[in-house]
Nanobody
């Protein structure tokens, strides 16, 4: 059973960089052909896919967030990380990490609320 767990600060100040880590257990992030994604949901709004890192290490980003987003991984710890720079209160959301395979996103973390506020 694959499990994902998000971790990171729950409060970030405007203009700073938001950094979250997803720790994966029960499966390797280098296993063919899975993609490890970050998704967020602002209060009262729908889900927004932010980007992903592939089993190969290749990265993919939402065009609307590409200039501010970076996803990396630490294969020794079986973790992948999201960094979102120059945050504003509009970046307040519940942030999820998830695994995507050929049939869609099959495993999700529970999500973590990040509030951007001074």
């Amino acid at each position: 059973q694959v499990q994902l767990q998000e971790s990171g600060p729950g409060l970030v100040k405007p203009s700073q960089t938001l950094s979250l880590t997803c720790t994966v257990s029960g499966g390797s992030i280098t296993t063919n052909y899975y993609y490890w994604s970050w998704i967020r949901q602002p209060p009262g709004k729908g889900l927004e896919w932010m980007g992903a890192i592939a089993y190969s290490g290749s990265t993919y980003y939402s065009p609307s967030l590409k200039s501010r987003t970076s996803i990396s991984r630490d294969t020794s710890k079986n973790q992948f990380t999201l960094q979102l720079s120059s945050v504003t209160p509009e970046d307040t959301a519940v942030y999820y990490c998830a695994r995507a395979g050929w049939d869609g996103m099959d495993y999700w973390g529970k999500g973590t609320l990040v509030t951007v506020s001074s």
